[in-house]
């Protein structure tokens, strides 16, 4: 398999399944940026969105969306519990806090990365995703992970959007669960892998 990937982007997520996964994958470096791969292939070719991630299986296919790609990589490695089983209602609960995540939290902060976004409309977007965040803070109380005390691809996806807060001015000090949650996982050795792959583009 190969991710197509870039540096501080929302696919550290499915970067941090496949590690978690222990699935053998190629790292692409696809610079958001210039839209080109390190051979100078147009990454249009690869995404016709022009952003990642991208998840090319052995078989040539691809697939787009991180939400997606996480829980395929999941499914190849049921073992691993990084998702609950198929038809399952916990597993809709995880597809519960993937779509949160990505809806609520992933694209509200699109507007404080955007250099376009005109200056008055930022502190709404600020106090917006405190508010969802706060909110996830209260979910997070006397549980390690959002789904209790196992770790799921939706934990991942968590921490990769998260973790762009200090970035962005969003001020999630005073949330101490979500703190600790972000401390628990940025421990994990998967975590730390993927985070340490994409410090060295391959």
């Not at 997520?13 to 222990?22: D, F, N, Q, R």
């Not at 799921?152 to 949650?181: I, R």
Request: aromatic share 10%.
């Amino acid at each position: 398999m190969k991710l197509y990937y870039s540096p501080g982007a929302c696919s550290l997520s499915p970067h941090i399944a496949l590690y978690e996964a222990g699935l053998p994958h190629t790292a692409v470096l696809a610079s958001t940026k210039t839209h080109q791969l390190q051979d100078g292939t147009d990454y249009y070719s690869i995404n016709p969105l022009g952003y990642v991630p991208v998840l090319e299986l052995d078989s040539g296919e691809r697939l787009r969306e991180g939400p997606a790609i996480v829980q395929y990589i999941a499914d190849q490695v049921p073992d691993k519990q990084l998702a609950p089983a198929n038809g399952t209602l916990a597993r809709y609960h995880l597809q519960e806090w993937l779509n949160f995540i990505s809806s609520e939290i992933h694209k509200g902060f699109g507007p404080l990365f955007n250099p376009a976004t005109p200056a008055d409309y930022k502190p709404v977007a600020i106090e917006r995703l405190q508010q969802r965040l706060q909110w996830l803070d209260g979910q997070l109380a006397h549980r390690d992970y959002l789904m209790g005390e196992q770790f799921t691809v939706a934990d991942g996806y968590l921490f990769t959007v998260a973790s762009w807060a200090p970035h962005v001015q969003v001020d999630t000090a005073g949330m101490a669960n979500l703190q600790a949650f972000l401390q628990r996982v940025g421990a994990r050795p998967a975590v730390q892998a993927a985070l340490q792959a994409e410090r060295q583009p391959t």
